[in-house]
């Protein structure tokens, strides 16, 4: 396993951009997935981006062409860019990291799990 912590959330008005940042340790990180999750009050943890050890990525629909997941592995670093955000878009978002080459969407596939951090977006 690894250990995450999350930072770069905030309130932030309709139509307004969020970095997120993912700081991971350990020296295996960069052969990890990492994937970004949120959870709205009420709601279950949904899938919201994820990217692999070669840095393809997947999107969730509701966030396709408005969210962006990166990494730099020198820094061991993952980023979800946020822009055009909406009120829906509210949560707590979690970064988490899984020992596998693939593209996991589902909750169970990751096993290291982040703090969170509250992001809020404003009507």
């Known amino acids: 396993q690894v250990q995450l912590v999350e930072s770069g959330g905030g309130l932030v008005q309709t139509g307004g951009s969020l970095r997120l940042s993912c700081a991971a340790s350990?020296?295996?990180?960069?052969?990890?997935?990492v994937g970004w999750f949120r959870q709205a009050p009420g709601k279950e943890r949904e899938f919201v981006a994820a990217i692999n050890r070669w840095s393809l990525t997947s999107h969730a629909d509701s966030v396709k062409g408005r969210f962006t997941i990166s990494r730099d592995n020198a820094k061991n670093t993952v980023y979800l860019q946020m822009t055009s955000l909406k009120p829906e878009d509210t949560a707590v978002y979690y970064c988490?990291?899984?020992?596998?080459?693939?593209?996991?969407?589902?909750?169970?596939?990751?096993?290291?799990w982040g703090q969170g951090t509250q992001v809020t977006v404003s009507s």
């Open positions: 350990g020296r295996t990180f960069s052969s990890y997935a």
């Open positions: 988490a990291a899984a020992p596998v080459s693939g593209l996991p969407g589902a909750i169970y596939d990751y096993d290291s």
